[in-house]
């Protein structure tokens, strides 16, 4: 099953760097320019990763709603930092586990989206483990 990811950004820069890494790292992308038709979205259906614009307003009410969402849905968020102290807490109550300085560099996005990666197939190929019972005959 390949591994999913959502880009919440109006920025044309941005996504089309990011749409070109993930697309490198075989990761389907979604984009949505509206944080509310993301939270929308991610409320119905969840994705692997998630990237937000934290300039674009109406993320601050996304990041909010982010961890309710992780008990339905499997958003890892990354988020896009615009700079400021505000940003910085925001990443902290979000719970996000990366972020990048704005503008993104091609560099910057590969090296921070395959780490990403890598923990999310980890977090993947343990969930699908199943115990094994051994019985000697």
């Not at 950004?9 to 790292?25: M, P």
């Not at 939270?39 to 961890?67: F, H, K, M, Q, Y």
């Not at 890892?76 to 615009?82: D, Q």
């Not at 780490?115 to 483990?129: T, W, Y």
């Amino acid at each position: 099953m390949p591994l999913s990811s959502m880009v919440v950004s109006r920025d044309w820069q941005e996504v089309s760097v990011l749409e070109c890494i993930l697309g490198s790292l075989q990761m389907n992308v979604t984009i949505e320019r509206e944080p509310q038709r993301a939270l929308s979205r991610l409320s119905r259906s969840g994705v692997d990763a998630l990237i937000v614009d934290c300039d674009l307003n109406g993320t601050l009410e996304l990041l909010r709603e982010i961890p309710g969402l992780r008990k339905h849905a499997k958003a890892l968020p990354l988020v896009l930092m615009g700079g400021g102290s505000r940003q910085a807490q925001d990443l902290e109550k979000s719970g996000a586990l990366f972020a990048f300085d704005k503008p993104v560099s091609a560099e910057q996005a590969l090296r921070t989206l395959s780490a990403a990666r890598d923990l999310i197939v980890d977090g993947r190929n343990r969930q699908g483990r199943a115990a094994v019972q051994y019985q000697h005959r």
